[in-house]
């Protein structure tokens, strides 16, 4: 099986930064596009960022200019990083991959997958 690690968040001041990060372990095989996602109370859960296997990326326009996602295929780790935090930034963050190939009893397998979620919260 695959388990997504996440990393990071916390209290942050309003004006500061932070850096989330995602570690994907089992044995993989090669991992799709990555992604943050976040889910602020009462609201849905929308995708902040998003990175292609190849490194291509877009972003909300609420975080584009402040925000930077970024993978290393090799440790199937995906990071995220905004500045300039807002207190519309509060929110869980959640990481999610898509189309893991991994082998499992010698058999190859595809799935997506969620992070288990981390708190930011931005302080005035």
């Known amino acids: 099986q695959v388990q997504l690690v996440e990393s990071g968040g916390g209290l942050v001041q309003a004006g500061g930064s932070l850096r989330l990060s995602c570690v994907a372990s089992?044995?993989?095989?090669?991992?799709?596009?990555m992604a943050w996602y976040r889910q602020a109370p009462g609201k849905q859960r929308e995708v902040v960022a998003r990175?292609?296997?190849?490194?291509?990326?877009n972003y909300a326009d609420s975080v584009k200019g402040r925000a930077t996602i970024s993978r290393d295929n090799a440790k199937n780790t995906v990071s995220f990083g905004m500045s300039s935090l807002k207190a519309e930034d509060t929110a869980v963050y959640y990481c999610?991959?898509?189309?893991?190939?991994?082998?499992?009893?010698?058999?190859?397998?595809?799935?997506?997958?969620w992070g288990q979620g981390t708190q930011v919260t931005v302080t005035s």
């Open positions: 999610n991959v898509v189309h893991v190939v991994y082998i499992s009893g010698g058999r190859s397998y595809t799935a997506d997958y």
């Open positions: 089992g044995s993989i095989i090669s991992i799709g596009d």
């Open positions: 990175i292609t296997r190849g490194g291509s990326t």
